[in-house]
């Protein structure tokens, strides 16, 4: 037995918001939203459980919101159940399957709020230790009319006995349980997970909520939403990286950003001497000043030699993540006489973008020469600087 589990309702084919995926599935700066709120999860309730319900379709979506938690956040999730034909039947077949587990607590949560924070997360577990069953709730600051079928106003509530209510909703488990089995089949549609609670004869406390726990449904939420998570990340950092590598004869082509570029020389390197991508890695790991790639994979490891530079450029944008962090933007220059870049330079910036998971518009690729002067003058090897500006909470 486990003291919380948290399941994350995640099977619905919402599209109100945009693109055609599933909203929980949409990007927003940088990953799923699923991801965003998998990891808000994790990060308040370092011991829970972790559980996701899914529809049946997006098992490769799963799978591609999960690759982008850190790995720590991956270890903690059970397999995804399978969701059904409505939200109640979804919870049901979630909440059964963590019935081996049987957790004290279970909270349930949307897929579609990232933004519950610890502070509410422990609120959570706390009401539904002291109370059985309990939903967060804000305030209502609008004043709220009922009407008539008609539109007319037949009656106005007292709005400060009304509360907007959100999710984590929390439960002990075996209460919860047993009021979504004794619902099983009922007619009436039991739109949130304390109207189960509710129909099997459970009061429902509500704590505090919170103002900035919103739902994304429509594509002015994601505006805020993409404008939220960066607010949230406030130290702004500029990294540098510089890298040379000798060119060697007996190569006949160049790897720059992951592209292979046909030359007279390759370049000599314990790895693939990718220079661009060892000089963007290097930016990324001066921000979040965590050494550079010798601290990491150093050339006396027989394992690096000949790898694929993405394995040290993938591994430092990972730590940035781990951080919580994004990588806001990437400016990088080659220093070269030959070969000419210009004709490569979309398809570099496009492999450093995937490789980094980032929109390629935040990937700038410039080439100079160095007006035959010094050892690129020279074309005995090439050179590359990068900036790498980091944003982290």
């Given at each position: 037995m486990t003291d919380l589990a948290i399941?994350?309702?995640a099977g619905g084919r919402g599209s109100r918001a945009g693109e055609g995926l599933p909203k929980q599935y949409r990007a927003l700066r940088g990953k799923s939203v699923l991801a965003h709120t998998l990891q808000a999860m994790a990060a308040g309730a370092p011991d829970a459980a972790l559980a996701v319900v899914i529809h049946a379709d997006d098992a490769e979506l799963y799978a591609a919101s999960v690759a982008e938690l850190p790995e720590a956040t991956r270890a903690r999730l059970l397999p995804p159940a399978i969701g059904g034909a409505s939200r109640q039947e979804s919870v049901r077949n979630g909440v059964e399957a963590l019935a081996a587990l049987a957790p004290k607590i279970v909270l349930i949560h949307d897929a579609a709020r990232p933004f519950a924070d610890r502070a509410l997360i422990t609120r959570a577990v706390e009401a539904a230790k002291a109370h059985g069953a309990a939903v967060p709730g804000a305030p209502l600051a609008d004043t709220v009319k009922e009407i008539g079928a008609s539109g007319h106003v037949t009656a106005t509530p007292d709005r400060g006995r009304l509360r907007a209510v959100q999710t984590p909703q929390s439960f002990d488990f075996a209460l919860i349980l047993a009021a979504h089995r004794a619902a099983a089949g009922s007619a009436r549609e039991l739109?949130?997970?304390?109207?189960?609670?509710?129909?099997?004869?459970?009061?429902?406390?509500?704590f505090e909520g919170a103002a900035g726990n919103f739902k994304l449904t429509t594509p002015e939420d994601f505006v805020r939403a993409s404008h939220d998570l960066l607010a949230a990340l406030p130290d702004i950092r500029i990294g540098q990286g510089f890298d040379v590598h000798a060119f060697d004869a007996s190569k006949s082509e160049v790897w720059l950003g992951g592209v292979a570029i046909p030359h007279s020389h390759g370049l000599a390197g314990h790895s693939d001497a990718d220079v661009l991508m060892h000089a963007i890695t290097d930016a990324i790991l001066g921000a979040i000043a965590d050494g550079d790639i010798g601290k990491h994979f150093p050339p006396s490891d027989q394992r690096w030699k000949g790898a694929a530079s993405s394995i040290f450029l993938e591994d430092a944008c990972r730590r940035v993540r781990?951080?919580?962090?994004?990588?806001?933007?990437?400016d990088a220059t080659i220093a070269c006489e030959a070969p000419k870049i210009g004709p490569h330079r979309d398809a570099i910036r496009e492999s450093l973008a995937k490789i980094m998971e980032m929109d390629v518009s935040r990937v700038a690729v410039k080439a100079t020469t160095t007006e035959r002067l010094g050892f690129t003058g020279r074309q005995e090897g090439m050179a590359a600087l990068a900036l790498a500006t980091v944003r982290l909470p």
């Open positions: 399941l994350v309702v739109t949130d997970d304390a109207m189960v609670a509710e129909a099997a004869g459970h009061r429902v406390f509500v781990e951080r919580g962090g994004l990588i806001a933007h990437i």
